[in-house]
């Protein structure tokens, strides 16, 4: 079973500050999917296939990576997206989902 | 609107078993294979179960493989979880989720509020 390690587990950045938070799969995966989830609420979908923003994601958001590597990217951070965000895929077979440990992202 | 609504959360003793619920609305129920994800008390998520379209299929990890069933009644627009033999490690909060198809990964795109599940005696 593939394992997800998301880095760092906890951060905090500034209005206006770039973040990059990333996903490493424990070996080759083909995409990843990324979910935000506030407290209190259930997670959302927010970018999938790697680098598809699911609607109504704000453009400031974008996803990349390939391989073992991959990672969400915030160009200018509002305070909106303090969250934690989780990344995730699934295997071709057995079809079983993997959720990374998550990304607690916090406002300065 | 997409609505996923679970139900049948509550506190059960070790070993008891219980049915969760998840009602859909809003979008062609019997068109989507559907899952059931959970978040543990230290914010864990886990997949507990995926059931295809149809209800041919049915996919579950090893933590929970022959102890819970996943399953759905199209007519009634329901997916439903059967648990059993319950351990204290099954307490959590349980999402059910939509799942896309194969060209966009089974992203899991809409998930309802959640039901919560505690195991203690």
């Known amino acids: 079973q593939i394992v997800l390690t998301q880095s760092p587990a906890i951060m905090s950045a500034s209005p206006g500050e770039k973040v990059t938070i990333t996903c490493s799969a424990s070996?080759?995966?083909?995409?990843m999917h990324w979910f935000q989830q506030k407290p209190g609420t259930s997670p959302k979908l927010w970018i999938y296939?790697?680098?598809n923003l699911a609607s109504g994601v704000p453009a400031r958001f974008s996803g990349s990576g390939s391989g073992t590597s991959y990672s969400l990217t915030i160009s200018r951070m509002e305070a909106e997206d303090a969250a934690t965000y989780y990344c995730?895929?699934?295997?071709?077979?057995?079809?079983?989902?993997?959720f990374g440990g998550g990304t607690k992202l916090e406002i300065k | 609107e997409v609505q996923l609504v679970e139900s049948g959360g509550d506190l059960v003793k070790p070993g008891g078993s219980l049915k969760l619920s998840c009602a859909a609305s809003g979008f062609t129920f019997s068109s989507y294979g559907m899952s059931w994800v959970r978040q543990t008390p230290d914010k864990r998520l886990e997949w507990v179960a995926t059931i295809s379209s149809g209800g041919s299929y049915t996919y579950y990890p090893d933590s929970v493989k022959g102890r819970f069933t996943i399953s759905r009644d199209n007519a009634k627009n329901t997916l439903y979880l059967q648990m059993s033999s319950l351990k204290s490690e099954d307490t959590a909060m349980y999402y059910c989720?939509?799942?896309?198809?194969?060209?966009?990964?089974?992203?899991?795109?809409?998930w309802g509020q959640g039901t919560s599940v505690t195991v203690s005696s």
């Open positions: 296939s790697t680098s």
């Open positions: 989720a939509r799942q896309l198809g194969l060209p966009r990964d089974y992203a899991m795109d809409y």
């Open positions: 995730q895929q699934r295997s071709s077979y057995p079809p079983m989902g993997t």
């Open positions: 070996s080759s995966v083909s995409y």
